[in-house]
């Protein structure tokens, strides 16, 4: 997969004639991979074309928009698909007021032939376009919303599912269990004096899951090690405002700091508690890590 990174709408063309699903791909889930596969069904090149950073940076402004997949992840995942073309667009003021046909022009300059779009699909200044306007200027194939148990698969939903610590569920329709990719940094040491070390985990833009206990996996170093995750301000000892995740790699023992961990998701165990003693906390602990670890 070649990745290409347009900006300012700069005047340039792929050779080769491409079919392009159109998005932003948060989570890269069920609903997007479909319009992917898609792309590779028409004897055109196959091509996702996509925003960074996230058009609500500019549109709602919001500085520190947290997201299923940041743009190193979603480049990762997309990849996986075994496309021709990755068409990233540099979103900022000027790209979000481009008008309907500015935009449609853009397409063409990409030498775009063919267009996938889910039916509820919008594009250009105020979402005035939408997939019947791609529909009068290019071939274009429109998906029908996916669902699963009759709710429609969506980034806002899964994020929803997050938030309510339905890990399992949010997995099953992003078809893979959520990760959080990010750098171990300094913590308060706190962990390995109870004999629980913990990697404190950098996550950047990357949405939190509820706060509580998870059981997980932590992959380093091309190896695989079973994990407890903890996400929250640990009220038990040092509380900190700052909402923390924090990784007890099972099994582990080295120095990390620095280092790229991909921590991913598979239950929730518990939700946050403040225990009454050291003592109390071990033996939670204890569970929960027998827990993570079957």
Same mark, same amino acid.
């Given at each position: 997969?070649?990745? /290409? !990174? ?6 340039? *063309? ?5 079919? *392009?699903?159109? +998005? &932003? ?5 069920? +609903? %997007? ?8 069904? %028409? ?10 950073? %996230? ?20 480049? $990762? ?7 021709? !073309?990755? /068409? ?68 806002? !939903? ?6 309510? +610590? ?18 171990? /940094? ?13 990697? &404190? ?12 206990? !998870? ?38 023992? +080295? ?11 598979? $239950? ?14 071990? *033996?939670?602990?204890?569970?929960? *890590? ?5």
């Amino acid at each position: 997969m070649k990745v /290409i !990174y347009y900006e300012d709408f700069n005047v340039f *063309a792929i050779k080769e004639g491409i079919c *392009a699903a159109l +998005g &932003n791909f948060d989570g890269v889930h069920l +609903g %997007h991979q479909k319009l992917i596969e898609e792309t590779k069904k %028409h004897g055109y090149k196959s091509a996702v074309i996509t925003f960074f950073p %996230h058009p609500f940076f500019y549109l709602k402004n919001i500085r520190r928009y947290s997201l299923l997949s940041p743009i190193e992840e979603k480049i $990762d995942l997309i990849s996986c698909f075994e496309i021709d !073309y990755l /068409i990233i667009i540099g979103f900022n003021e000027k790209t979000a007021i481009k008008s309907k046909e500015e935009f449609m022009a853009m397409l063409k300059q990409l030498n775009v032939k063919m267009v996938v779009v889910g039916e509820d699909y919008h594009f250009a200044k105020h979402a005035s376009g939408n997939a019947y306007d791609l529909a009068h200027n290019f071939n274009t194939k429109i998906i029908s919303k996916v669902e699963i148990d009759n709710i429609r698969i969506s980034s806002t !939903y899964i994020k929803e599912l997050l938030s309510d +610590g339905n890990i399992v569920y949010a997995n099953k329709l992003l078809n893979r269990p959520y990760e959080i990719v990010g750098r171990v /940094i300094h913590g308060n040491k706190l962990g390995r004096t109870i004999g629980y070390p913990t990697a &404190n985990i950098d996550y950047g833009y990357h949405y939190l899951p509820k706060i509580g206990v !998870y059981k997980g996996l932590v992959q380093y170093k091309n190896k695989e090690y079973k994990a407890m995750i903890n996400i929250g301000n640990n009220p038990t000892f040092n509380y900190v405002e700052d909402i923390r995740m924090e990784v007890n790699i099972i099994g582990f023992n +080295g120095n990390i700091y620095g280092e790229t961990l991909k921590v991913s998701f598979l $239950d929730f165990i518990r939700g946050e508690k403040k225990f009454n003693s050291k003592d109390e906390l071990i *033996a939670q602990l204890q569970l929960d *890590a027998f827990i993570s670890q079957n």
